[in-house]
């Protein structure tokens, strides 16, 4: 009886441990097909409507620099100033407060794999990817020791570190207030900070179960592998970029231009980013393939001509290499002019070529 029970459990668990490793496959081959900039978007919450995305460990490679969690603040500040000049880290909140980060949280830019940044009228949330083999418990004591609150329970598996607006003056000068509260999740790699103790707990709960806009979705996944992108839902694509930022006699010579460009259709999802070897890449989502096939000469138009709002023309700032439709979504290929900042300059408006 003994023996039928033991044998009993044993082929039990073996069927356990079968279909955990079936999960594991699943999840590893679908995970497989994805870039770095789908995994970091997959976290972001269901409300977000603007992504801000660094790949830092792609902008370490591309300066050839080479940093970890030692590494002196003024290596670090060398390594952010090399990024600026190359429009590499326009999209990232932490750079202001890198430098107190590297000497006191235990993670910053020098370390992180990748950052995203997530905006809503709900909240803001800052997502850190960590290496594989991070000591996330020698983050939790850097933490303690810069004077957050432990939580009573999990700290490193998603409770909330109180910190709060008046601790951070004393760590360090420049911090954002987008560190005030932290979550450390060791099984996910990932730091993630708020300046809203609730929303920043509420994004933990829900980690990875958001279903980002379709039109955010195909934007993304048009965007390759870049170092660093702004990525929009529509309404916030058609609002933020929107030529009603400029003063009237730019509002009149955009309506001319869109008149003689052709049909422009309201734009579903947007990213910008800039791709290794420095080219910038424009990707817009749009309802249906048709209006992408439309948009691809229309938008190609408008990017090429002057840039009402922005100043002179676009063809001082980037030529457009390539105008593609491909299914819902055309990609804008850019080659920016030495010098420029197209995604800096870019990322905010008004943009006449993503007039909606």
């Known amino acids: 009886m003994r023996r039928r029970l033991t044998i009993a459990i044993a082929v039990g668990l073996a069927v356990v441990l079968v279909a955990v490793a079936a999960v594991v496959a699943i999840g590893w081959w679908r995970d497989r097909g994805r870039t770095d900039l789908e995994r970091a978007t997959a976290y972001a919450p269901a409300d977000a409507e603007r992504l801000s995305y660094t790949d830092w460990a792609g902008v370490r490679a591309a300066l050839e620099v080479h940093l970890d969690g030692s590494s002196p603040a003024g290596d670090v500040q060398s390594f952010l100033d090399d990024g600026f000049d190359r429009d590499l880290t326009s999209t990232s909140a932490l750079v202001q407060s890198a430098r107190v980060l590297q000497a006191h949280f235990g ?40 004077g957050f609150t432990r939580p009573a329970t999990g700290e ?12 951070l003056p004393t760590i360090g000068a420049d911090l954002t207030p987008e560190l005030q509260y932290v979550a450390l999740d060791a ?7 708020s300046d ?16 980002l806009p379709s039109g955010m979705r195909d934007a993304i996944a048009a965007s390759g592998e870049p170092l660093s992108a702004s990525v929009y839902d529509g309404p ?21 231009l869109v008149d003689q460009a052709g049909e422009v259709n309201p734009v579903d999802g947007f990213a910008m980013s800039v791709q290794p070897g420095g080219d910038v890449r424009v990707a817009m989502a749009f309802e249906n393939g048709d209006q992408a096939r439309t948009n691809a000469d229309t938008r190609a138009k408008l990017a090429s001509g002057p840039a009402p709002g922005q100043g002179g023309d676009f ?31 870019l990322s905010s408006g008004p943009v006449l070529f993503a007039t909606c």
């Not at 490193?156 to 601790?167: C, I």
Request: with cysteine; net charge negative; aromatic share 8%.
């Open 187 to 193: 099984a996910e790699h990932l730091v993630l900070t």
């Open 107 to 146: 993670f910053s830019p020098a370390t992180a794999q990748w950052e995203l940044f997530s905006q809503s009228d709900q909240g803001a949330v800052v997502i850190l990817r960590m290496p594989d083999g991070t000591d996330f418990g020698a983050i939790a004591d850097d933490l303690a020791q810069a």
């Open 156 to 167: 490193t598996d998603g409770e909330v570190w109180l910190g709060g607006g008046a601790l």
């Open 315 to 345: 063809s001082d700032r980037f030529s457009v290499a390539s105008a593609t439709a491909d299914g819902n979504v055309v990609t804008l290929d850019l080659e920016p002019t030495e010098g420029s900042y197209v995604l800096s300059d």
């Open 196 to 211: 809203t103790e609730g929303y920043l707990g509420r994004t933990v709960a829900s980690l990875g179960d958001g279903d």
């Open 236 to 256: 916030y694509t058609c609002s933020a970029l929107a030529m009603s930022h400029a003063d009237e006699s730019d509002q009149q010579e955009a309506k001319q």
